[in-house]
């Protein structure tokens, strides 16, 4: 049996021991060093330390003779809780995956970042690079590059980021105090200046003061958009002519537009935390929707734009937010004849307050009379005590006029559309008191007329108004569930040629949404008004005067086609005139307001 070669008796047997290479020190090889400094606002004080830091990494480089400084990055005014916007930070890490660098020298883990996962993540990152790269926390005394660095590297980082969040919600607690105490920040602002004292200084929490001639450009700004100038339009012209803004660009856009028509300081207000940063660490602003606490000042100062003109830019601006064309509506009322105190509706509109509509009524309308009935007209018979049968008794088929209203749409039936096959626009009526809506065939410059039927060679289908808010108003007015849909046969009218539809919104049936399973097609059971359970309808001659429209008589006042006029004791939206707008533009022109707006 041969012998095994690896038998101790075996001549050639050898054992070779290979040593580790050795782990790097900050003191056994050569470092090629980068140092990183930042301080995390730009103020005088804080510019100071920055030089230092500067000064003493260089200074600590000269005393190590293996360490080889090779750049010193630096971030002003930055944040450590997040990478972004740290414009110095990014590009030494992108050197050192270039192999530029073997060590990182900054003063502590919470300059590094006060991020929890930053740190950890962008240490192993480096850590993991060939050659690897360390990161030296001086003050920390803490090394990456050895093993047993990163449970304290945790631990650290873990402070660093519970630091940041509690200085946070400090400094949160210290502006809700300043706020509450009236002690208000002013930036600055197109239209106004930081006041200062005597030796020039800013004063400190002081209002702000006019500067007259960037407020020329701040009233033409609210006077051209009343007028009907488009965002896009104002920023053009004022770039044409040269018109400086408040940091001095001489480049308007509608951004810049739309931050000024809604700045509540030009009217003399204060809002406070109107945005706010919801997350500390990516630092993204929210829009203020009552998730911190707020403070309306009024009259803190002197106001540029008037209250009232103000208030109307807002309503324009959230009309215009929400794809609504037009300007300022007009606030009309027919005055006389069948439908005296209907309001013409911009369903448009941004206006969900139903007492505009009662007031607007209310100008014109007089105490209801009594209509007189001469029964014999309508029959040899006394027909009292008789109900008028309601069709949604009698009829399972209706085809006759109707409308569905829903919290934010209108929809007219076939039957309307048909009827008024041949009409190219509508006025939609409102009558609050009555609870009735109308639909009136009109020229297209009436007041607020509305496009009936896009093209006449079209296919006839439901007419679909979208109103959300003229829908709100109407479903407080009566009262409606806004989760439902009400259904309500109308009554079609004609007489010379000239026809109407009017719906009595107390004949409504709701149609409730019923339980579905998952995918099925949303379906609704119509529920009829519990007074009804009493009765077949309304009494006989209750009825004519409910609907005295369709029985008037061949000799009554029609006057269906009479124009609506300004309600009487409404203060009307004043919108400037031509030559007003025109005087502001001119000015501009001659230069004051242009070239010297910036310079506040």
């Known amino acids: 049996m041969p012998e095994p070669i690896c038998s101790p008796e075996h001549d050639t047997w050898e054992k070779r021991f290979i040593p580790a290479k050795p782990k790097a020190t900050l003191r056994n090889r050569l470092f090629r060093v980068c140092a990183y400094c930042r301080v995390s606002?730009?103020?005088?004080?804080?510019?100071?330390?920055?030089?230092?830091?500067?000064?003493?990494?260089?200074?600590?480089?000269?005393?190590?003779?293996?360490?080889?400084?090779?750049?010193?990055?630096?971030?002003?005014?930055?944040?450590?809780?997040?990478?972004?916007?740290r414009t110095a930070f990014n590009d030494m890490i992108a050197a050192c995956e270039r192999g530029e660098y073997d060590l990182i020298v900054t003063k502590s883990v919470s300059?590094?970042?006060?991020?929890?996962?930053?740190?950890?993540?962008?240490?192993?990152?480096?850590?993991?690079?060939?050659?690897?790269?360390?990161?030296?926390?001086?003050?920390?005394?803490?090394?990456?590059?050895?093993e047993s660095s990163e449970f304290m590297l945790t631990f650290l980082a873990s402070f660093a980021q519970e630091e940041s969040v509690k200085k946070r919600e400090a400094m949160i607690w210290s502006l809700s105090q300043r706020f509450k105490d009236r002690q208000l920040l002013t930036p600055p602002l197109l239209?106004?200046?930081?006041?200062?004292?005597?030796?020039?200084?800013?004063?400190?929490?002081?209002?702000?003061?006019?500067?007259?001639?960037e407020a020329?450009?701040?009233?033409?700004?609210?006077?051209?958009?009343?007028?009907?100038?488009?965002?896009?339009?104002?920023?053009?012209?004022?770039?044409?002519?040269?018109?400086?803004?408040?940091t001095g660009s001489t480049g308007w856009n509608s951004g810049s537009i739309s931050y000024i028509l809604s700045n509540e300081r030009y009217c003399g207000d204060i809002l406070t935390w109107k945005t706010f940063t919801s997350d500390l660490f990516n630092h993204k602003r929210k829009k203020n929707r009552q998730d911190m606490d707020q403070y309306h000042y009024r009259g803190q100062h002197e106001s540029i734009i008037p209250r009232e003109k103000f208030e109307m830019a807002q309503a324009l601006l959230e009309n215009r937010k929400h794809s609504m064309r037009g300007g300022l509506p007009s606030l009309h009322v027919i005055d006389d004849g069948i439908f005296r105190g209907f309001v013409p509706i911009n369903h448009h509109w941004i206006n969900d307050d139903p007492g505009l509509y009662y007031d607007l009524?209310?100008?014109?309308?007089?105490?209801?009379?009594?209509?007189?009935?001469?029964?014999?007209?309508?029959?040899?018979?006394?027909?009292?005590?008789?109900?008028?049968?309601?069709?949604?008794?009698?009829?399972?088929?209706?085809?006759?006029?109707?409308?569905?209203?829903?919290?934010?749409?209108?929809?007219?039936?076939?039957?309307?559309?048909?009827?008024?096959?041949?009409?190219?626009?509508?006025q939609l009526l409102l009558h609050p008191s009555q609870r009735k809506i109308a639909i009136r065939p009109c020229d297209e410059g009436a007041v607020h007329c509305i496009k009936w039927r896009p093209d006449g060679d079209m296919s006839l289908y439901a007419k679909v108004l979208r109103c959300r808010h003229f829908g709100t108003a109407l479903f407080r007015i009566m009262e409606w569930d806004p989760n439902y849909l009400y259904k309500v046969r109308g009554t079609w009218v004609q007489r010379e040629r000239r026809q109407i539809i009017v719906f009595n919104l107390e004949n409504a049936v709701s149609a409730v949404p019923l339980p579905q399973a998952g995918g099925t097609r949303l379906r609704r059971a119509e529920l009829y008004a519990e007074a009804w359970e009493y009765s077949f309808g309304d009494e006989f001659y209750d009825h004519i005067r409910e609907n005295n429209i369709f029985y008037m008589g061949q000799s009554a006042a029609w006057q269906v086609d009479r124009p609506s006029v300004p309600a009487p004791g409404i203060e009307q939206y004043k919108t400037p005139t031509d030559c007003e707008l025109q005087a502001l533009a001119d000015k501009l022109k001659k230069g004051d307001g242009v070239g010297n707006a910036g310079t506040g």
């Open 41 to 85: 606002t730009d103020n005088d004080a804080q510019m100071s330390s920055f030089e230092l830091q500067q000064a003493h990494y260089r200074q600590m480089a000269d005393q190590r003779p293996n360490w080889s400084l090779r750049h010193i990055y630096a971030d002003e005014g930055i944040s450590g809780v997040s990478l972004k916007n």
């Open 361 to 426: 009524s209310n100008s014109v309308s007089t105490p209801r009379r009594e209509i007189r009935l001469l029964k014999s007209a309508f029959s040899m018979f006394d027909l009292k005590g008789y109900q008028v049968v309601r069709s949604q008794f009698t009829q399972a088929r209706y085809e006759g006029p109707a409308v569905t209203l829903g919290i934010d749409r209108i929809t007219f039936n076939l039957f309307c559309v048909r009827m008024f096959a041949d009409v190219g626009h509508i």
């Open 191 to 213: 239209g106004y200046d930081r006041q200062r004292d005597a030796a020039g200084h800013y004063i400190k929490y002081a209002p702000l003061a006019v500067n007259e001639a």
């Open 216 to 246: 020329n450009v701040v009233r033409f700004i609210f006077d051209a958009y009343l007028y009907g100038w488009s965002q896009a339009d104002i920023a053009a012209f004022l770039t044409d002519i040269g018109c400086r803004t408040k």
């Open 111 to 146: 300059r590094f970042a006060r991020n929890l996962v930053d740190c950890i993540s962008l240490v192993r990152r480096l850590k993991n690079l060939d050659p690897p790269v360390g990161v030296f926390f001086e003050t920390d005394n803490l090394n990456t590059i050895e």
